[in-house]
Nanobody, 126 residues
Framework: QVQLVESGGGLVQAGGSLRLSCAASGRTNFSHCSMCWFRQAPGKDREFVAGIGWSGDSTHYADSVKGRFTISRDDVKKTVYLLMNSLKPEDTATYYC??????????????????WGQGTQVTVSS
């Protein structure tokens, strides 16, 4: 089992930055989990934002955040981060961290993930 706890959300003006953190705990080997950030705005489906594979070298991003967001991981701290720069009002959503066991590259489909955090709210004002 893996427990995921997100933090770092908040209210920020357009053009600003936030760094989200997702701390993992539990018996599963964190370094053998691919990690991902999803987000969900009211009335919309949950969408893939960014993913990072086992090694940390394999990362990929949704087109809407490419060049603005950076995902990274620290396996010693069992934490994955999402640095969000140049935030836009359309980035407003609840952001969720997710973990997929035994896959080397982070999938983009939510059903592929085994564990989820409770979410952290990000609100970008115009």
């Amino acid at each position: 089992q893996v427990q995921l706890v997100e933090s770092g959300g908040g209210l920020v003006q357009a053009g600003g930055s936030l760094r989200l953190s997702c701390a993992a705990s539990g018996r599963t080997n964190f370094s053998h989990c691919s990690m991902c950030w999803f987000r969900q705005a009211p009335g919309k489906d949950r969408e893939f934002v960014a993913g990072i594979g086992w090694s940390g070298d394999s990362t990929h991003y949704a087109d809407s955040v490419k060049g603005r967001f950076t995902i990274s991981r620290d396996d010693v701290k069992k934490t994955v981060y999402l640095l969000m720069n140049s935030l836009k009002p359309e980035d407003t959503a609840t952001y969720y961290c997710a973990a997929a066991r035994a896959v080397t590259v982070a999938p983009v489909a939510p059903p592929s993930y085994d564990y989820w955090g409770q979410g952290t709210q990000v609100t970008v004002s115009s």
